[in-house]
């Protein structure tokens, strides 16, 4: 029994490290005109999401959340979520 929890540990700490990653350090490229002229004006931080579109999302402010949901409720698209998705049978 011993020799079975030894395994297992084992296992998972081999198959643990098998899917660790690090960052690669970014190559070299050439200056290409087209190549900066495409990219956005943000920086580029390493591991964040990119839409597909390619362009940056600023983040929101609460007041605009809290308008969107004030918005949400006039127009009824959360009462029709709520009856829809959100309703539980």
Do not use: C
Not at 9 to 21: E, K, V, Y
Not at 23 to 37: G, I, R
Request: a neutral charge; zero cysteines; glycine letters at 6%.
């Amino acid at each position: 029994m011993k020799a079975l929890k030894i395994a297992a540990l084992l296992s998972i700490l081999a198959t643990g490290t098998a899917f660790a990653q690090s960052n690669p350090a970014p190559a070299a490229t050439p200056d290409n005109s087209a190549t900066t002229v495409a990219m956005s004006n943000a920086p580029q931080q390493v591991g964040t999401w990119v839409p597909p579109t390619g362009q940056a999302v600023a983040p929101k402010t609460r007041a605009e959340v809290y308008g969107e949901l004030v918005q949400a409720e006039k127009d009824g698209q959360l009462a029709y979520l709520n009856s829809t998705v959100y309703a539980h049978p």
